[in-house]
């Protein structure tokens, strides 16, 4: 078996495609930065030169003239990608929230991994950083802590990202609402998973503390009768409304897969391995269809819905599932 088999078949000379028509690229909706630095850590844990190489290039030609990047990438020509010029579009065509996430998952994928950087990269990560300072989507803000925390120094800019997680937290926070917003949308489980590495690699207290507290809310909270259920995307769950259980999507469980990961080593509680099997298993039909997301190929399907899956195969799910069994793999859970 080889586990990259479906991101080569995604990707192109340009990147990987950010979704997938079954089991096909959907060449139509080109190329998304955040896909190109999720792969990118994937790939380098995998050691696949090739890859990390179409990725690296991607990030590097997104530059825009005032040193940040372009969010998507597209041809002129909607009938294919082997003609017409190709064109970048930035945030004009999307939200600001969103590119602000796909900035912290970039500087998290160029600081995390261990490729020789460039100047054209350190300019790109030094833009990044200077551009963090005033983010304040706790997931961009997680995203880049998963990235600062590799850097030998304790760099000013994370502690001030970690103290505004921390305030995010105090500010919403209350007995029966352990989070730092007042909803629970998608890939929650970055946001502790983040302060877990903090206090893994730096010993903050407070880190413990909230990613201990915050951890188990999501999970008391992603669960019907013992069994994983992330947070449907069909209307989320806004603190005091109704829980949405569809569409459930391979991004949460992914990182919550990696969150528990973190919890573990961090405490050596049996518990945080437990729900980590589960929550990997979720993949594999511990879920509440009891339907496996997981083709023959280990190719991963893009949700699960009340008819059963969605049976498109998109970048982001291909990536967070393999970023859950990278982490399976080594708690020795892995299937």
């Not at 505004?164 to 500010?171: D, S």
Request: with cysteine.
């Amino acid at each position: 078996m080889d586990p990259l088999k479906k991101l080569r078949s995604m990707t192109s000379d340009i990147g990987i495609y950010q979704h997938g028509k079954l089991n096909k690229p959907n060449l139509k909706f080109g190329y998304a930065l955040e896909d190109q630095a999720r792969a990118l850590i994937v790939a380098d844990e995998f050691k696949d030169k090739k890859l990390q190489t179409i990725y690296l290039n991607f990030i590097q030609s997104a530059q825009r003239e005032d040193g940040l990047l372009h969010h998507f990438y597209f041809y002129n020509n909607d009938k294919g990608f082997n003609n017409g010029e190709g064109h970048f579009r930035s945030e004009e065509y999307t939200s600001k929230s969103n590119v602000k996430e796909a900035y912290g998952i970039t500087l998290w994928s160029l600081l995390a991994t261990n490729i020789n950087k460039d100047n054209d990269l350190k300019k790109i990560i030094k833009n990044l950083i200077k551009d963090s300072y005033s983010w304040t989507s706790p997931r961009a803000i997680s995203s880049a802590l998963l990235g600062l925390i590799n850097l030998d120094d304790h760099d000013s800019l994370e502690n001030e990202l970690k103290t505004k997680l921390h305030n995010f937290y105090f500010n919403s926070c209350s007995d029966d609402w352990e989070w730092f917003e007042n909803y629970l949308v998608y890939a929650n489980a970055i946001i502790p998973w983040a302060l877990w590495e903090i206090y893994l690699k730096r010993k903050c207290k407070i880190s413990f503390e909230i990613a201990k507290k915050t951890t188990e809310f999501l999970l008391m909270n992603c669960q019907e009768n013992n069994i994983p259920s992330p947070i449907g995307n069909n209307g989320w769950y806004l603190r005091g409304k109704d829980k949405a259980l569809f569409d459930q999507q391979p991004i949460d469980a992914g990182y919550m897969v990696c969150c528990l990961e973190k919890a573990y080593y961090a405490t050596k509680d049996s518990f945080y391995l437990t729900w980590a099997e589960k929550w990997y298993k979720w993949f594999w039909g511990n879920n509440i269809k009891n339907t496996i997301l997981i083709d023959e190929n280990f190719a991963c399907y893009d949700g699960l819905n009340p008819e059963g899956v969605n049976l498109n195969q998109g970048a982001e799910s291909n990536i967070c599932f393999l970023m859950a069994y990278l982490a399976a793999r080594r708690l020795g859970i892995a299937k």
